[in-house]
């Protein structure tokens, strides 16, 4: 394949720039030197095209953050911590050797360690894959232990920074109905402050980043969590935000499917009641979290059982999981062609155009993130859309070419927004790329 040799040169700069030998940063200046689940993820799939050990050597050290419980966090954190998650004080299934976060990340681990497995040497391979395998079931059990609360088999996050995507309108309008009682009055006081201590805004301009009413609700919704000591039982009577949401859910599905594709290869037994949970994720997806009106899943809200009806990127990821009936998919893929909704220049957006919510240089609100696009290409392959595929991997590419390493785009001029040199584009460009070239 022609054509993306400089993009490629470039991708592979940015790891390496990046690269702490331990783990990869997502990008210097904008963010600490902590190591972030599904980052790692992603740039451990980059790394399987470069050096395959040094992939397997990311997730190990994701993987050394995962807790008793089984809990893989969303932040193996660098520097001590003693004050703000305060984890190993807090809760007894924190590791004691390593420092991290109490909240996890979407459950994308599994589809990394398939991807750099199948790069491995033989002799590596196995040792590798085995260990992995038992630390995901390990994963994959607790989310059905302590995040199903309606034992649906839906897995509820608690805080918008589970999800990857902290201000998707969908949470951040269903956070804002929430009493978060005397604390949260507390952090509305001390919001000015909270706003000057903030990092990411001096490194990128302001309107791309959370605004101060989102990260506001953040601070409310992360003290409240803190309270409870990340402990389930708590979570459940003295915490009132659990959303069944789509994207983490069809997450969920495709890494179960790989899960049980790696257990079988590997001859490690799953247990029966993770296997049934498994099926049950399947099945509620659809069950639960589809409007049959609007031809659109949406998150549900655990508490009250409603849907929450706000479309946003999340909406499209069943697209990824696979696991949807045909009219299904083709009704999403309907959607994300839609001029007015997904169907932008260089989508696709986390926000529709058409929405209310729509803020075209702003984080989550409608830029284009070039993991979602992977995982969505991805999808649509596996199901079978080849070329609706092939389209989004080339406009993909192509706003990669014209925006740079970007952490995310302007979905209609694929302007860079965000932080520089950032690794998950880089590792996903390379894929891209590398994968293409390999089927010609
Ligand atoms: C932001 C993103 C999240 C990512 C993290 C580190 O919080 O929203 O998805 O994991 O930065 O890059």
């Known amino acids: 394949m022609p054509g993306y040799e400089n993009l490629e040169r470039d991708a592979i700069k940015v790891l390496r720039l990046n ?153 951040i309008r269903h956070m804002e109905t929430i009493d978060w009682g005397v604390t949260g009055r507390i952090i509305h006081a001390l919001n000015p402050l909270i706003q000057l201590g903030r990092n990411d805004t001096k490194h990128a301009p302001k309107e791309q980043r959370s605004n101060s009413i989102e990260s506001k609700l953040y601070a409310q919704s992360f003290i409240k969590l803190r309270s409870t000591h990340y402990d389930p039982a708590r979570l459940a009577d003295d915490y009132p935000l659990h959303i069944e949401d789509v994207h983490m859910n069809s997450i969920l599905i495709r890494n179960n499917e790989i899960l049980d594709e790696l257990a079988d290869e590997y001859d490690v037994p799953l247990s029966d009641t ?26 549900r809200d655990a508490v009250s059982g409603k849907l929450i009806k706000i479309s946003t990127i999340a909406s499209l990821m069943p697209i990824y999981a ?13 959607h994300m062609t839609d001029p007015e909704s997904f169907g932008l220049p260089y989508g696709i957006p986390t926000v529709p155009y058409n929405s209310p919510y729509y803020r075209k240089h702003c984080y989550w609100t409608a830029p284009t993130w070039l993991n979602i696009n992977w995982a969505l290409q991805d999808g649509l392959d596996r199901q079978e859309h080849a070329l609706a595929a092939q389209s989004l991997r080339t406009m993909t590419l192509d706003m990669a070419e014209i925006g740079g390493m970007h952490e995310y785009f302007d979905a209609e001029t694929a302007q860079g927004l965000g932080a520089k040199n950032f690794s998950w584009t880089a590792a996903l460009t390379l894929d891209l790329i590398i994968n293409q070239r390999d089927e010609h």
């Open 274 to 299: 993770l296997r049934g949970h498994m099926a049950q994720t399947r099945t509620n997806l659809d069950t639960c979290l589809w409007d049959d009106t609007d031809q659109m899943y949406y998150p």
């Open 322 to 334: 696979g696991s949807a009936p045909i009219e299904r998919v083709d009704a999403l893929i309907g």
């Open 19 to 171: 690269d702490l030998q331990t783990h990869t940063i997502p990008s210097k200046g904008l963010y600490s030197d902590d190591a972030w689940l599904w980052d790692s993820a992603f740039s451990a799939i980059g790394w399987s095209h470069i050096n395959p050990r040094r992939g397997a050597v990311e997730i190990d050290t994701i993987f050394d953050g995962q807790w008793q419980n089984g809990m893989i966090p969303n932040m193996r954190i660098h520097r001590s911590d003693p004050v703000l998650w305060a984890c190993r004080r807090l809760n007894q299934n924190a590791p004691r050797s390593v420092t991290t976060s109490g909240i996890t990340q979407p459950p994308i681990m599994a589809e990394a360690v398939q991807r750099v497995s199948q790069k491995m040497d033989n002799d590596d391979r196995r040792p590798f894959t085995v260990n992995a395998i038992g630390r995901l079931a390990a994963y994959h059990e607790w989310i059905y232990n302590e995040r199903n609360p309606g034992k649906s088999g839906l897995f509820a996050a608690v805080h918008p920074w589970e999800t990857g995507m902290e201000n998707t309108p969908s949470w």
